[in-house]
Protein backbone atom coordinates (compact mmCIF):
# COMPACT_ATOMS: atom_id res chain seq x y z
CA UNK A 1 0.00 0.00 0.00
CA UNK A 2 2.90 2.59 0.68
CA UNK A 3 4.45 1.93 -2.91
CA UNK A 4 1.04 1.95 -4.87
CA UNK A 5 -0.63 5.57 -2.78
CA UNK A 6 2.68 7.13 -1.08
CA UNK A 7 3.04 7.79 2.65
CA UNK A 8 0.05 10.13 3.54
CA UNK A 9 -2.63 7.24 2.38
CA UNK A 10 -0.56 4.47 4.29
CA UNK A 11 -0.93 7.22 7.54
CA UNK A 12 -4.60 7.74 6.51
CA UNK A 13 -5.26 4.09 6.48
CA UNK A 14 -3.38 3.28 9.84
CA UNK A 15 -5.12 6.16 11.06
CA UNK A 16 -8.63 4.24 9.91
CA UNK A 17 -7.36 0.68 11.29
CA UNK A 18 -6.76 2.26 15.13
CA UNK A 19 -9.96 4.44 15.24
CA UNK A 20 -12.05 0.92 14.31
CA UNK A 21 -10.23 -0.81 17.27
CA UNK A 22 -10.37 1.76 19.22
CA UNK A 23 -13.90 2.42 18.88
CA UNK A 24 -14.59 -1.83 19.29
CA UNK A 25 -13.00 -1.21 23.04
CA UNK A 26 -15.31 1.51 23.82
CA UNK A 27 -18.20 -0.65 22.75
CA UNK A 28 -17.16 -3.56 24.84
CA UNK A 29 -16.32 -1.82 27.38
CA UNK A 30 -19.19 -0.14 27.89
CA UNK A 31 -21.29 -3.06 27.33
CA UNK A 32 -19.66 -4.44 30.57
CA UNK A 33 -20.24 -1.96 32.37
CA UNK A 34 -24.07 -1.86 31.28
CA UNK A 35 -24.22 -5.16 32.14
CA UNK A 36 -22.41 -4.52 35.72
CA UNK A 37 -25.25 -2.16 36.38
CA UNK A 38 -28.24 -4.01 35.00
CA UNK A 39 -27.11 -7.04 37.77
CA UNK A 40 -26.22 -4.72 40.59
CA UNK A 41 -22.47 -5.09 40.27
CA UNK A 42 -19.46 -3.07 40.95
CA UNK A 43 -16.59 -2.98 38.94
CA UNK A 44 -12.91 -3.19 40.48
CA UNK A 45 -11.85 -0.61 39.79
CA UNK A 46 -14.55 1.33 41.11
CA UNK A 47 -14.79 -0.25 44.29
CA UNK A 48 -13.30 1.71 47.17
CA UNK A 49 -12.11 -0.16 51.22
CA UNK A 50 -13.95 1.60 53.73
CA UNK A 51 -13.51 0.50 57.69
CA UNK A 52 -17.26 -0.76 58.54
CA UNK A 53 -17.14 -4.36 57.53
CA UNK A 54 -21.55 -4.83 57.34
CA UNK A 55 -23.81 -6.13 54.84
CA UNK A 56 -25.94 -2.72 55.95
CA UNK A 57 -22.59 -0.74 55.11
CA UNK A 58 -21.85 -2.27 51.94
CA UNK A 59 -25.55 -2.10 50.13
CA UNK A 60 -25.54 1.35 51.48
CA UNK A 61 -21.76 2.09 49.58
CA UNK A 62 -23.32 0.16 46.53
CA UNK A 63 -25.94 2.31 46.05
CA UNK A 64 -24.19 5.72 46.73
CA UNK A 65 -20.84 5.50 45.75
CA UNK A 66 -20.41 2.26 43.60
CA UNK A 67 -23.85 3.11 41.20
CA UNK A 68 -23.37 6.90 40.76
CA UNK A 69 -20.04 6.14 39.97
CA UNK A 70 -20.75 3.38 37.47
CA UNK A 71 -23.12 5.72 35.75
CA UNK A 72 -20.55 8.37 35.72
CA UNK A 73 -17.85 5.74 33.65
CA UNK A 74 -21.08 4.89 31.49
CA UNK A 75 -21.06 8.57 30.56
CA UNK A 76 -17.83 8.69 30.06
CA UNK A 77 -17.99 6.08 27.16
CA UNK A 78 -20.84 7.32 25.56
CA UNK A 79 -18.93 10.72 24.71
CA UNK A 80 -15.80 8.56 24.32
CA UNK A 81 -17.49 6.61 21.50
CA UNK A 82 -18.96 9.46 20.39
CA UNK A 83 -15.80 11.62 19.37
CA UNK A 84 -14.46 8.41 17.68
CA UNK A 85 -17.47 7.62 15.76
CA UNK A 86 -17.03 11.14 14.42
CA UNK A 87 -13.87 11.09 13.88
CA UNK A 88 -13.96 7.86 12.08
CA UNK A 89 -16.83 8.69 10.18
CA UNK A 90 -14.66 11.86 8.78
CA UNK A 91 -11.70 9.64 8.37
CA UNK A 92 -13.98 7.00 5.96
CA UNK A 93 -14.37 9.70 2.72
CA UNK A 94 -10.60 10.57 3.08
CA UNK A 95 -9.41 6.98 2.59
CA UNK A 96 -11.92 6.24 -0.56
CA UNK A 97 -11.12 9.27 -2.63
CA UNK A 98 -7.36 8.02 -2.37
CA UNK A 99 -7.77 4.74 -4.29
CA UNK A 100 -9.71 2.43 -6.55
CA UNK A 101 -12.86 0.68 -5.73
CA UNK A 102 -11.49 -2.73 -5.65
CA UNK A 103 -8.65 -1.54 -3.35
CA UNK A 104 -11.31 0.63 -1.04
CA UNK A 105 -13.10 -2.91 -0.72
CA UNK A 106 -10.38 -5.07 0.29
CA UNK A 107 -8.85 -2.62 2.58
CA UNK A 108 -12.65 -2.37 4.31
CA UNK A 109 -12.61 -5.86 4.45
CA UNK A 110 -9.13 -6.37 5.76
CA UNK A 111 -9.74 -3.66 8.51
CA UNK A 112 -13.03 -5.23 9.57
CA UNK A 113 -11.23 -8.87 10.09
CA UNK A 114 -8.81 -7.28 11.85
CA UNK A 115 -11.57 -5.57 13.89
CA UNK A 116 -13.49 -8.46 14.54
CA UNK A 117 -10.59 -10.44 16.07
CA UNK A 118 -9.76 -7.73 18.35
CA UNK A 119 -13.18 -7.51 19.51
CA UNK A 120 -13.47 -11.25 20.41
CA UNK A 121 -10.95 -11.08 22.29
CA UNK A 122 -12.03 -8.07 24.52
CA UNK A 123 -15.21 -9.61 24.55
CA UNK A 124 -13.97 -13.08 25.79
CA UNK A 125 -11.91 -11.12 28.53
CA UNK A 126 -15.00 -8.73 29.63
CA UNK A 127 -16.83 -11.96 29.86
CA UNK A 128 -14.88 -13.53 32.28
CA UNK A 129 -14.53 -10.28 34.42
CA UNK A 130 -18.15 -10.46 34.79
CA UNK A 131 -18.49 -14.07 35.61
CA UNK A 132 -15.87 -13.68 38.39
CA UNK A 133 -17.66 -10.29 39.63
CA UNK A 134 -21.33 -11.96 39.68
CA UNK A 135 -19.66 -15.25 41.43
CA UNK A 136 -18.22 -13.15 43.98
CA UNK A 137 -20.67 -10.23 45.01
CA UNK A 138 -23.56 -12.24 44.34
CA UNK A 139 -22.81 -15.82 45.14
CA UNK A 140 -25.73 -18.26 44.71
CA UNK A 141 -26.39 -21.21 47.43
CA UNK A 142 -28.25 -24.65 46.72
CA UNK A 143 -31.31 -25.30 48.57
CA UNK A 144 -31.65 -28.26 50.44
CA UNK A 145 -33.54 -30.20 47.89
CA UNK A 146 -31.16 -29.67 45.16
CA UNK A 147 -27.52 -30.54 47.12
CA UNK A 148 -29.69 -34.15 47.71
CA UNK A 149 -31.26 -35.98 44.98
CA UNK A 150 -33.92 -38.25 45.99
CA UNK A 151 -33.24 -41.41 43.98
CA UNK A 152 -36.00 -43.73 45.88
CA UNK A 153 -39.76 -43.88 45.42
CA UNK A 154 -40.09 -42.62 49.16
CA UNK A 155 -41.29 -39.07 49.56
CA UNK A 156 -38.67 -37.17 52.10
CA UNK A 157 -40.21 -34.16 54.37
CA UNK A 158 -37.64 -31.52 55.09
CA UNK A 159 -35.80 -33.01 58.45
CA UNK A 160 -34.62 -36.09 56.13
CA UNK A 161 -33.46 -33.74 53.20
CA UNK A 162 -31.87 -31.36 56.12
CA UNK A 163 -30.09 -34.62 57.66
CA UNK A 164 -29.06 -35.93 54.06
CA UNK A 165 -27.53 -32.97 53.30
CA UNK A 166 -24.90 -32.88 56.17
CA UNK A 167 -23.59 -36.40 54.71
CA UNK A 168 -21.75 -38.36 56.84
CA UNK A 169 -20.76 -35.45 59.56
CA UNK A 170 -23.30 -36.05 62.26
CA UNK A 171 -23.96 -38.10 65.17
CA UNK A 172 -27.13 -39.91 65.52
CA UNK A 173 -28.62 -39.55 68.85
CA UNK A 174 -30.48 -43.49 69.67
CA UNK A 175 -34.07 -43.21 71.05
CA UNK A 176 -33.19 -45.27 74.74
CA UNK A 177 -29.64 -45.24 76.31
CA UNK A 178 -29.31 -49.02 78.21
CA UNK A 179 -27.76 -49.11 82.22
CA UNK A 180 -24.78 -50.19 80.59
CA UNK A 181 -24.03 -47.02 78.54
CA UNK A 182 -24.60 -44.88 81.73
CA UNK A 183 -22.77 -46.45 84.00
CA UNK A 184 -19.67 -46.62 80.99
CA UNK A 185 -19.95 -42.80 80.76
CA UNK A 186 -19.92 -41.72 84.68
CA UNK A 187 -16.77 -44.23 84.41
CA UNK A 188 -15.16 -42.53 82.09
CA UNK A 189 -16.25 -38.95 83.60
CA UNK A 190 -15.04 -39.61 87.13
CA UNK A 191 -11.60 -40.98 86.26
CA UNK A 192 -10.15 -38.01 86.95
CA UNK A 193 -11.32 -37.74 90.95
CA UNK A 194 -10.17 -39.77 93.92
CA UNK A 195 -10.83 -43.17 93.95
CA UNK A 196 -13.20 -42.16 97.14
CA UNK A 197 -15.19 -40.34 95.53
CA UNK A 198 -15.51 -42.84 92.58
CA UNK A 199 -16.67 -45.13 94.50
CA UNK A 200 -19.79 -42.60 95.48
CA UNK A 201 -20.14 -41.42 92.26
CA UNK A 202 -20.77 -44.77 90.59
CA UNK A 203 -23.36 -46.02 93.81
CA UNK A 204 -25.32 -42.56 93.56
CA UNK A 205 -26.00 -43.04 89.80
CA UNK A 206 -26.87 -47.25 90.55
CA UNK A 207 -29.65 -46.30 92.97
CA UNK A 208 -30.48 -43.56 90.38
CA UNK A 209 -30.98 -46.58 87.87
Keep these: ?21 KR ?23 QFHHHIHS ?18 RMHHKRRQLDSTSRELL ?18 DKLTLIKTKRFAEKVK ?3 FK ?21 NLSDQKLDDAVYSVLQKLLIYVVTPCTTTNEDIL ?10 PVEMVEVAIQETLRII
Design 24 to 46: TKFLTSFTFLLRCRDHNNTPRFL
Design 124 to 126: ARQ
Design 90 to 107: NTNPRIANLHSESDGALV
Design 184 to 193: AGVEKAVLSL
Design 55 to 72: LAANRIYQRTSGLALLRE
Design 1 to 21: MYHLYGEETTRKLRLFVKLRI
Design 129 to 149: KFTRLQTKQHPTTKTIKESVI
